[in-house]
């Protein structure tokens, strides 16, 4: 069945919505004739994409929407249930990432990452369950990341964080399914998206010691730039990190992907192959492990050191 068919006069609420992979099921959605509620913490560029998706024949609900408060999480489904009637289409998509050494990761760094990314997941699944339920259908989509598949040294956080959303996805998966409602998790390797501009780094804190913080702050745009280029070139598995591809191509895979109801959905077979080696071929997987862990490392402390070199200069 094409997309358009597929989805059109159906209803979605996103989380996250105002850029990459959030932004991109919006835009895809609204040209299949989709109605949406989009929410997201940066309500200038969610009111910049709403006003561009009302150029389609939709209804389209902006909602400022932190999915770390509970309280905007129930007002967020309260709003959605109201304006679309039926949800045919729930995305938990709103996420950060936090890299680094692992000794260096700041407890209060480890907090914001499980908020984000473990607690806001389910924050919104609880919310909009009760209505899922009550009328029999309906699909949830989790953004979580090949992160969720495959552990990277120097991610430790957003690792342990997307591991437990799809543990949290096969679980919803094995409770619901039969009473009607999909479930999956989408897990992709490193793609062209905003993402970087909510990382956070690791950093010693004796590094750190004589900067200004507004000098530090703007040398780690600066290192984080440098990282981001670095993790998403369009490079091999075995000598990269399998990065640079475009966000746009990505969400039309993950849309085929969803109209079949597939429970883990990637937009590359790298990810099937690591599912595959995990249990087929054990050492190759630790030996994958093991190269990924240090090449990511050596990226990090690369990007740290530039930041940490521009801010003495100042």
């Not at 109801?261 to 192959?273: H, S, V």
Request: net charge positive; glycine share 10%; charged share 25%.
């Amino acid at each position: 069945m094409k997309s358009k068919k597929f989805f059109n006069g159906k209803s979605a609420v996103i989380t996250g919505a105002a850029s990459g992979i959030g932004r991109e099921f919006a835009l895809n959605l609204a040209k299949y004739g989709c109605n949406l509620v989009i929410s997201d913490i940066n309500m200038e560029k969610l009111e910049l994409l709403r006003k561009e998706l009302e150029q389609f024949s939709i209804k389209v609900i902006s909602v400022n929407c932190d999915v770390t408060k509970n309280s905007q999480v129930r007002n967020l489904a309260k709003i959605s249930i109201k304006e679309l009637e039926d949800i045919h289409f729930l995305f938990s998509n709103a996420g950060i990432a936090t890299g680094g050494p692992f000794e260096d990761i700041a407890q209060a760094q480890w907090e914001r990452t499980i908020n984000v990314n473990l607690f806001g997941m389910y924050y919104v699944v609880k919310a909009f369950i009760p209505k899922l339920i009550e009328q029999s259908h309906g699909h949830i989509i989790v953004t979580a990341s090949i992160a969720g598949s495959l552990g990277v040294g120097g991610l430790n956080p957003y690792n342990t964080s997307k591991f437990a959303n799809a543990g949290f996805c096969e679980s919803l998966y094995g409770e619901y399914s039969h009473k009607g409602i999909d479930v999956s998790v989408i897990c992709p390797f490193p793609i062209r998206t905003n993402l970087i501009e909510s990382v956070g780094f690791g950093i010693s804190p004796e590094k750190l010691e004589g900067i200004n913080v507004d000098v530090m702050q703007e040398a780690l745009k600066i290192g984080k730039r440098h990282y981001w280029e670095e993790f998403t070139k369009k490079q091999g598995i075995y000598n990269g990190f399998a990065g640079g591809f475009p966000v746009e191509r990505a969400v039309k895979r993950f849309i085929k992907k969803i109209k079949k109801k597939k429970l883990y959905i990637f937009e590359r077979r790298y990810g099937r192959l690591m599912q595959f080696l995990q249990g087929l071929c054990p050492g190759l997987y630790r030996k994958l492990l093991k190269s990924f862990g240090k090449r990511h490392l050596e990226l990090i402390n690369e990007a740290t050191e530039i930041a940490l070199e521009y801010a003495k200069k100042q």
